[in-house]
């Protein structure tokens, strides 16, 4: 016969059973239990946290090395966890941090710069000689220079030296003031003539009596940018003018592969392109006249003038005797002398002057030729031997035959606009290609491939957490839940527990009525076997359930 209490827990539910039985457990088991369920939590959970790597973020890069060093000591300081990056050349903080912690190290004055400017003058010592006073003058232009040329895109770090000399008195003893500038480019990057004259006109402009010729740009090659020894230079060349001739060529070399590629395929053939561009400025004015017009043509003016002079003729005998006085004159008696000797003896003197303008024509002529014009063009292609099959299906290198080389040559003469006038050359020429040779680098071993490296890093990392977690739910939780919770039921005591749930009628000592089934499983023997058997499947239980029957539990609670 049952009790009421054996059959109230027969008939409870899993869960309320295990919490019975975890009630029922000494207080220094449970306490036991409880510490290492938690410790068993508590594992897990950093091993979660411990698996699970932050998103980190740049905070700084490309930092001076005291900077650097200030920065990490002031993350130390900070508890903040950082790592570096790129080489060593940036300092990587918590992606969710980034914007606070540049804050924090801005109101610190971090990071401080390699450089000074004039904030260098405002802690001045009492007693500092003049010297000291110009030097720290001369650094503090240096940085705010720097500084300013630094703010340039294609700059990423600057040092100005100034060579200022010591004033004098004297006009013929006094000296010019130099300035060196070193610039550091981003990869990639380089400075047109029109930047380094923008750099030089700074520098020489930021110091009294300063010439642009005394200021001299290098970059971090070495290389002079100021060369005024340049032939480029000096004939006017600039960057743009090199950009707009590879432009050029290679407009006129896409035209030649755009109409070459469907014809022997691609990358059946090579074409180069030179361009010879004339960047002169000319201007030019013609004033022409026509020769002499005809007489008939237009009159523009015409003036005419005549004189007409009388005077007498010349007398007496060449000589001697008519450079004599005259003698006396005397008055024959002759017959008087007529009218014609009269007119006779006169001499008349006629000018006569005529000046005739005619209408000139005339022709002014301004011409003005654009840069850029093309003087000279010269192209070459190169066509690779095309692949042929025999019956045998061997494959031979075939050269293209003369009349495929003279269409060749005419496409491409007109694809580039050929201007023999010009003096342009195009040469057209067929030669098998000699087959690409790559060299590959050697194999690294698996072991010290950066890439697997990682790979295995991770994966090792998920299998710590997967071996913790495996241990933490079978090591510990499992043996926990299976102490607490009772043992699963076989069929016969299902059938037993609900024939002793029907016939329960009141509390100890009522009368219960079981099956006939129920009966025969209820004999002695079985009884007795089921007892073993639950007595080794859950001997916790029986020893709680013989305590019960002995009273020890009540007079423990008591």
């Keep these: ?15 309320q059973q295990a919490f019975q039985n975890f009630n029922a457990l000494p207080a220094r088991q449970k306490l036991a239990m409880m510490a290492a369920l938690a410790a068993a939590i508590a594992l897990a959970v950093g091993v979660l946290l411990w698996s699970r790597t932050p998103d980190y973020a740049v905070l700084f890069s490309n930092l001076e090395e005291r900077d650097g060093g200030a920065i990490v000591t002031a993350l ?4 903040v966890p950082y790592k570096f990056g790129a080489g060593g050349a940036a300092i990587m903080v918590p992606a969710d941090r980034v914007h606070d912690i540049r804050l924090q190290l801005a109101a610190q004055g971090l990071p401080r710069g390699g450089l000074v400017g004039f904030e260098l003058m405002e802690n001045q010592k009492l007693g500092v000689s003049q010297f000291h006073e110009q030097i720290n003058y001369q650094r503090g232009l240096e940085g705010e220079l720097a500084r300013t040329i630094q703010s340039i895109s294609s700059v990423a770090g600057a040092r100005v030296h100034l060579a200022i000399p010591k004033r004098t008195a004297f006009l013929r003893d006094a000296k010019q003031p130099t300035a060196s500038v070193f610039v550091n480019l981003y990869p990639g990057r380089n400075l047109d003539a029109a930047q380094v004259a923008g750099i030089v006109h700074l520098v020489a402009a930021s110091v009294p ?12 090659t070495g290389k002079l940018l100021t060369n005024k020894a340049d032939p480029l230079r000096a004939a006017g060349l600039d960057p743009t003018q090199i950009s707009y001739v590879q432009e050029l060529e290679d407009t006129y070399a896409r035209r030649v592969d755009t109409i070459l590629e469907p014809l022997v395929g ?52 060449p000589g001697a005797l008519s450079n004599q006085p005259p003698v006396p004159a005397t008055a024959p008696i002759t017959n008087p002398a007529s009218g014609t000797a009269t007119t006779q003896d006169n001499f008349q003197t006629k000018n006569t002057s ?12 301004h011409t003005r030729h654009a840069m850029g014009a093309i003087k000279r063009l010269s192209v070459a292609v190169l066509v690779n031997h095309r692949k042929q099959t025999d019956r045998n299906g061997k494959e031979t290198m075939v050269a293209p035959s003369d009349a495929e080389l003279e269409r060749i040559n005419k496409l491409v003469r007109e694809a580039v606009g ?38 295995a890093k991770e994966a090792l990392r998920y299998l710590i957490l997967a071996a913790v977690l495996a241990y933490v739910a079978f090591g510990v939780i499992k043996p926990l839940m299976k102490s607490i919770t009772p043992p699963p039921r076989a069929a016969g005591d299902e059938e037993e527990d609900a024939a002793m749930a029907e016939g329960e009628e009141g509390e100890e000592g009522a009368r219960t009525t079981l099956s006939h089934a129920a009966q025969v499983a209820s004999s002695y023997e079985a009884k007795l076997a089921r007892a073993r058997e639950l007595a080794k499947g859950d001997p916790k239980m029986v020893a709680n359930l013989i305590k019960e029957w002995m009273g020890v539990n009540e007079e423990a609670r008591k």
């Design 1 to 15: 016969m049952a009790t009421a209490q054996d059959a109230a827990a027969a008939g409870a539910s899993p869960l």
């Design 76 to 79: 130390q300081q900070q508890n």
């Design 209 to 220: 009596n300063m010439s642009n010729d005394d200021v001299s740009v290098i970059d971090e």
């Design 266 to 317: 691609k990358g059946n053939f090579r074409v180069q392109v030179a361009a010879d561009v004339d960047f002169n400025r000319v201007e030019q004015t013609d004033e022409i006249y026509k020769p002499n017009p005809e007489p008939d043509q237009a009159i523009r003016s015409q003036q005419k003038s005549e004189a007409i002079t009388r005077d007498p003729n010349a007398k007496g005998v």
């Design 354 to 365: 005529v000046t005739t303008n005619y209408e000139v024509d005339k022709t002014i002529s």
């Design 418 to 455: 050929f201007n023999a006038a010009r003096g342009d050359t195009l040469n057209v020429a067929a030669s098998a290609f000699a087959p690409e040779t790559f060299e590959t680098a050697p194999a690294l071993p698996i072991w010290k491939d950066p890439d697997m490296i990682a790979m």
